[in-house]
């Protein structure tokens, strides 16, 4: 079932990336996406273009938000554009906090900002697309940019 072993890599990054400061091995995984991902903040997670891909296959129930001003493209299945700074004001945040959020921008900085911001709120699965959208064409990935209404 690819859907649960895509959720068993994110499940294994995240672990990674929450390993215990005590203990230096705690970290140590054999998932190579683990070596990819960058605990941010207290909770936000950096993860490179693939296991962003991987990531949102994984979990099609995350809201996938461009948070980069002004519009610059968009990733396939975008469900919303929030300007960075206004993220902690979306009204498509969800009431769980423990429901995943995943972000990117165009270069990663706005994104890192939004996804400072949610950690501070108390979201404790907020996903950010390490390099951005700068980093997903990188990748090989394919960037949209004809705005759709929402983004207009």
Same mark, same amino acid.
């Given at each position: *079932? +690819?859907? +649960?072993?895509?959720?068993?890599? #994110?499940?294994?990054?995240?672990? $990674?990336? /929450? ?8 970290a140590a995984t054999d998932t190579p996406s683990a070596s990819t991902s960058t ?6 997670v950096l993860l490179a273009p693939t296991e962003f891909s991987e990531y949102l !296959? ?10 980069? #001003? ?7 299945? &975008?469900? %919303?554009? #929030?300007?960075?700074?206004? @993220? ?7 009431? %769980?906090?423990?429901?995943? @959020?995943?972000? =990117? /921008? +165009? ?7 939004? $996804? !400072? $911001?949610?950690?501070? *709120?108390? =979201? !404790?699965? #907020?996903? %950010?697309?390490?390099?951005? *959208? ?10 949209? &940019? ?7």
């Amino acid at each position: *079932m +690819r859907l +649960r072993q895509g959720a068993l890599v #994110v499940v294994a990054v995240l672990a $990674a990336a /929450c390993g215990s400061a005590d203990d230096p091995d705690a970290a140590a995984t054999d998932t190579p996406s683990a070596s990819t991902s960058t605990t941010v903040g207290d909770r936000a997670v950096l993860l490179a273009p693939t296991e962003f891909s991987e990531y949102l !296959e994984a979990t099609p129930t995350a809201p996938l938000v461009n948070v980069h #001003v002004p519009y610059e493209g968009h990733l396939a299945g &975008t469900d %919303d554009f #929030v300007p960075f700074d206004e @993220i902690a004001e979306w009204d498509g945040l969800p009431e %769980d906090r423990s429901a995943p @959020i995943a972000l =990117y /921008c +165009r270069s990663g900085n706005m994104s890192a900002e939004a $996804a !400072e $911001a949610l950690g501070a *709120m108390g =979201y !404790e699965e #907020v996903i %950010d697309l390490e390099g951005g *959208m700068n980093a997903w064409t990188d990748a090989g990935y394919e960037l949209l &940019t004809e705005p759709p209404p929402s983004a207009r």
